[in-house]
Every structure is written in structure tokens, then in C-alpha cells.
């Protein structure tokens, strides 16, 4: 895998998730523990930078009224608008300070629903970077990072989901996704066996496939 073609996207470290405070921190820090993904992902990301793998962060955001939204939202939107969460101007809304955007990360505006590509340019960010795979991860394992995946897979890209390096609402729903869909739009992997990957370890081989 080359290490110039590679990104790793960040799906949503944003307080209103990730910290103690946060609108929906309750409902998804069982499974963040579980699966001890905020060190994973702050590890990852560490080593990422120093082999040249591009990070990218996806926040979501809305206007104080939600006026990019229908006037009667519906699932997991209507969760959102209902709770008041990630408001453009608040604290829930910032990206987490142990993984703080540094110069050479990018950030991705304009992610108003589940999909990383559906209103935002990424796109058209990673092929005019030459990126050709891309390793997903954050929240919430079963909406937008497999919203994204399947977005990601479907444009032609080389697809990795970075299964302890995600958390959803249940334990059930998390493990469900990882173990029936991941596997349909993507090479699921942990986040020590992507490291692999990136160093180019030819001796990895997942699901029959050996990584070069």
C-alpha cells in the first residue's frame, strides 16, 4: 500500500460524541470503552502523520435552527435536531483536542447527513491528492462510517474499516456491522494491523489477501 495514496478519514470526533459532556457521549461511551477506540485512533493517527499517510477529519455540523434540514426530520437526524446537537457555534461541535487538527490534516467541510461524500467535497479532495485508499473510522459504526464506506466503495476506492477505531449506539449494533456488512463494502482491519499495513509488511495477509 502506498503510503503517498493513502488517507484515513475521521468520522465525527467531535465532543458532542467523544467527550464527558457531550449530547450523545452517554450513549456511545460503553462501546468506546469496549472497544478502547479514542487511544486507538489517537495512536493511528500519531503514526499516520509520521509515515506520510494524509489524515482527514469529517465533523458534522448544523446551523442553530437546522435549516439544512427538512422541516420534520426522521430517524437518526430527528435525533439530532431533537437533542440539540452539533450546533455550529458550540463546544459539542468541536473536533476533540486529542485529535486536534495539524498542519497537513485536512478538514472537511459541509457534512450535513451520514455520508462522508454526499454534501461535502471529498471527493474531489482525494483524487486531486492521487488517494486510492482509504481507512474509515469514528461514529457511529453502523450510520456514517458505513454510510461513507459504502459511498467510498461504490466510487472506486480501496476500502479499509478500522474496526476497533469505531463505537455505535449498542455494543450489538457495532458488532453486527462489523461482522455482516464491513466485510460486503470493505478489507476490515484493527488499527494495529492497518499499522502493518502502512509500514508495508508483506507477511499481513487478512481474509485471504496478503497487503504489499
Request: net charge negative; with cysteine; proline share 3%.
Amino acid at each position: 500500500m502506498n503510503q503517498k495514496e493513502t488517507a484515513i478519514l475521521l468520522i465525527e470526533f467531535q465532543n458532542d460524541f467523544t467527550s464527558v459532556g457531550g449530547i450523545f457521549h452517554e450513549a456511545v461511551k460503553a462501546v468506546m470503552d469496549e472497544t478502547n477506540m479514542l487511544d486507538n485512533t489517537v495512536n493511528l493517527v500519531k503514526h499516520a502523520r509520521t509515515t506520510g499517510v494524509q489524515v482527514i477529519h469529517i465533523p458534522i455540523s448544523f446551523a442553530e435552527n437546522y435549516s439544512e434540514l427538512t422541516s420534520t426530520p426522521y430517524g437518526i437526524l430527528k435525533g439530532v435536531v431533537d437533542n440539540g446537537a452539533f450546533k455550529k457555534t458550540t463546544w459539542g461541535v468541536e473536533i476533540i483536542k486529542e485529535l486536534e487538527p495539524e498542519p497537513g490534516d485536512l478538514v472537511i467541510e459541509g457534512k450535513r447527513g451520514l455520508c462522508g461524500f454526499h454534501s461535502t467535497n471529498l471527493d474531489f479532495i482525494l483524487r486531486s491528492r492521487g488517494i486510492k485508499n482509504v481507512a474509515i473510522g469514528g461514529f457511529l459504526t453502523n450510520c456514517c462510517v458505513e454510510s461513507t464506506m459504502r459511498t467510498a466503495y461504490e466510487n472506486g476506492y480501496n476500502v479499509i474499516t478500522l474496526t476497533d477505531c469505531c463505537a455505535g449506539l449498542s455494543l450489538e449494533e457495532h458488532n453486527n456491522a462489523i461482522a455482516k456488512d464491513f466485510p460486503m463494502f470493505s478489507e476490515p482491519m484493527n488499527s494495529k494491523e492497518f499499522i502493518k499495513v502502512m509500514d508495508g509488511n508483506k507477511n499481513l495477509v487478512l481474509e485471504g489477501k496478503a497487503y504489499e
